[in-house]
C-alpha cells in the first residue's frame, strides 16, 4: 500500500500497515465524537459573544473560509484526485466562495453604517 503526502514522500510501510490496520468503525465514533463536541463549544462561544462584536468577529472568520478556498482549488487539482474527491473538492470550492463573498459584503455593508454622509 502507497500512501502518499502532499509532498509526494511516501509514508513508511510500518505507519502505512497501522493506518490501515485502523478500525473504520472506531475511526468513524472518534470521528463523530470530536464533530459533536466542535458543535457544542461553537455554539457555547457564539452565544457568549455581544451582538456589537459579532460582525467583526465573522468578517475576521470569513478571512479563514479564505485558506478554506485556497486548500480546496488545491486539492481538487490534485494529480491523485478521484471522482468522489472531485466532487467533493468542486463543493468545498463553491461553497467556501459563497462564504467568503458573502463576508465580503456583510463586512462592506458593515463599514458603510460607520461613513459620513
Not at 502507497?2 to 509532498?7: A, G, M, P, V
Not at 514522500?9 to 502505512?16: E, R, T, V
Not at 464533530?35 to 465573522?58: D, S
Amino acid at each position: 500500500m502507497n500512501i502518499l503526502i502532499l509532498t509526494g514522500d511516501k509514508i513508511p510501510a510500518d505507519l502505512a500497515a497501522a493506518i490501515a490496520s485502523i478500525n473504520p468503525t472506531a475511526l468513524l465514533i472518534a470521528s463523530l465524537t470530536i464533530f459533536v463536541l466542535a458543535i457544542f463549544v461553537g455554539f457555547e462561544i457564539i452565544t457568549k459573544v455581544p451582538p456589537t462584536l459579532h460582525t467583526p468577529l465573522m468578517s475576521g472568520a470569513n478571512a479563514v473560509s479564505g485558506v478554506t478556498l485556497i486548500g480546496a482549488i488545491i486539492l481538487t487539482s490534485s494529480a491523485q484526485a478521484t471522482a468522489w474527491t472531485t466532487l467533493l473538492g468542486v463543493a468545498a470550492v463553491a461553497f467556501a466562495t459563497i462564504n467568503v463573498v458573502g463576508g465580503f459584503m456583510v463586512t462592506h455593508r458593515m463599514l458603510d453604517m460607520f461613513r459620513k454622509k
